[in-house]
């Protein structure tokens, strides 16, 4: 199977990218002694954990790696070929508007005046922001695979646009409110993996394209929240 190498790269240099950040994330911003300067120093451990890079990274390298590995489009026709055979006349569309609930409950608690870490104004920019450099990248995942022969046989697009922007929208949930509701800022996880789970079951996705959709949705507010705060942070140290 001819391996593709623009497509692997992406991803790649995506990864490095926010790797590299978080090498440089892990030394302190000189700013004069203040609340502001706490946080601007602590930034990197909210968004470039170890864990916080390798999980939606590997899920973002399972897809791509696609069309070298041939387990994967086995793994992926086996589901799709059990959900068709199981599931024939399965639709809906609540996948469509699911997609939107993680992103659109921030705003919902900042109409209800729920604490969150960010400003309503803030929200909006880092809104924005992530779905920019998702659909950014989506993109040109999607211009690349479409001349790629594995990525095609279902009639598929890879990676899931659904499923990139519930998990982007899920990343924000979590960030507003891991610092105030832990096990409540993971619940939008739950909802972009039953949008995942339902474009399977709608026959529009196979796995590796929900999964590399989840990892590039997550990993897009993560560096979407590090642009902002970096940003913040410099604006802050002009003024003193």
């Not at 899920?59 to 387990?71: M, S």
């Amino acid at each position: 199977m001819k391996f593709n190498l623009p497509l692997c790269v992406l991803p790649c240099l995506f990864l490095l990218f926010t790797f590299k950040l978080f090498a440089q994330d892990t030394t302190h911003i000189n700013l004069p002694a203040s609340n502001s300067s706490i946080v601007a120093e602590k930034h990197s451990s909210r968004y470039f954990t170890p864990a916080g890079i390798v999980i939606p990274g590997t899920f973002l390298l399972y897809g791509c790696l696609k069309p070298a590995i041939t387990g994967i489009q086995r793994i992926d026709d086996d589901i799709l070929a059990s959900v068709k055979r199981n599931y024939p006349d399965f639709h809906t569309k609540a996948d469509d508007y699911l997609m939107w609930a993680p992103s659109a409950s921030i705003y919902l608690m900042d109409a209800l005046h729920v604490k969150t870490t960010h400003s309503f104004t803030e929200h909006l920019i880092l809104d924005a922001g992530s779905m920019a450099i998702a659909g950014g990248v989506g993109f040109v995942m999607r211009k690349i695979s479409k001349n790629i022969e594995v990525y095609n046989t279902h009639n598929t697009k890879f990676p899931s646009g659904h499923t990139t922007n519930a998990f982007r929208g899920a990343e924000i949930f979590h960030q507003e409110l891991k610092g105030i509701n832990p096990l409540l800022s993971y619940s939008g996880y739950l909802v972009a993996t039953t949008v995942g789970v339902l474009r399977i079951y709608n026959k529009e996705h196979v796995l590796s394209e929900v999964l590399a959709g989840a990892g590039l949705g997550i990993l897009s507010t993560k560096l979407t929240y590090w642009i902002f705060d970096s940003a913040k942070a410099k604006k802050k140290k002009k003024q003193y």
